[in-house]
């Protein structure tokens, strides 16, 4: 089983008739976690780990997260870190930890190193970091006003961009909403939105 977010590679990998597992795989899309049975897993290993944490605790994490599994067990690990021992794990102590994580740039150079990636490449993996500052900033991928404030060409610029990205394993979308698969990823753009203070 391969997984990951890097799908253009893994495409190329399996996908390529001169690679030696080629033909060999079926792509299979995972599916989604559910929200109540993650919710109720949290709040066991958190009571077990002698560090219980409120349903409002167990909530506001999962909705910094969006249940995205790597990302839940990544913040709620640095949750963990920062509650006091014998303490009951309350909301505030999710989002101060959660802050802290987005703050220490040891745990996110890869988020850095991806935008550095893009703005120092060619026109499209600059629209393709445009794009993403797009999204994450609230504005409508099919606006040519939005796209022109992002320093996108037009709409049709944003759109092969966000395409370019779900490539990428970057960005999905679900009927007209395009929205970027890492939470913490966009958590992290957002503080770095160059519009973000207009």
């Known amino acids: 089983l391969l997984t990951g977010s890097l799908r253009d590679k893994l495409r190329l990998m399996l996908h390529t008739s001169t690679e030696?597992?080629?033909d060999q795989t079926h792509d299979l899309e995972l599916p989604d976690l559910d929200p109540a049975e993650l919710a109720d897993y949290l709040e066991l290993r958190f009571?077990?780990?002698g560090k219980p944490a409120s349903s409002g605790a167990?909530?506001?994490?999962l909705t910094l997260t969006d249940c995205h599994p790597k990302r839940t067990q990544h913040v709620a690990f640095h949750v963990w870190e920062a509650a006091p021992d014998g303490a009951t794990v309350d909301a505030p102590?999710?989002?101060?930890a959660f802050d802290a994580l987005l703050a220490n740039g040891r745990d996110n150079t890869d988020f850095a190193q991806i935008i550095d990636t893009l703005l120092s490449g060619d026109d499209t993996d600059v629209n393709d970091a445009k794009a993403l500052f797009l999204l994450v900033g609230?504005?409508?991928p099919g606006s040519e006003k939005d796209a022109r404030r992002y320093g996108l060409p037009d709409n049709r610029a944003t759109t092969r961009a966000l395409e370019r990205l779900?490539?990428?394993g970057y960005v999905t979308r679900t009927g007209r909403q395009w929205r970027i698969v890492d939470p913490l990823l966009a958590a992290w753009l957002?503080?770095?939105d160059p519009l973000s203070s207009e």
Do not use: F, K, N, Y
């Not at 167990?58 to 994490?61: G, K, N, Q, R």
């Not at 102590?93 to 101060?96: H, K, L, R, S």
């Open 20 to 22: 030696p597992i080629w």
């Open 47 to 49: 009571a077990a780990s």
């Open 58 to 61: 167990i909530e506001h994490l």
């Open 93 to 96: 102590t999710v989002q101060t």
């Open 138 to 140: 609230g504005a409508s």
């Open 166 to 168: 779900r490539d990428r």
């Open 190 to 192: 957002q503080t770095q």
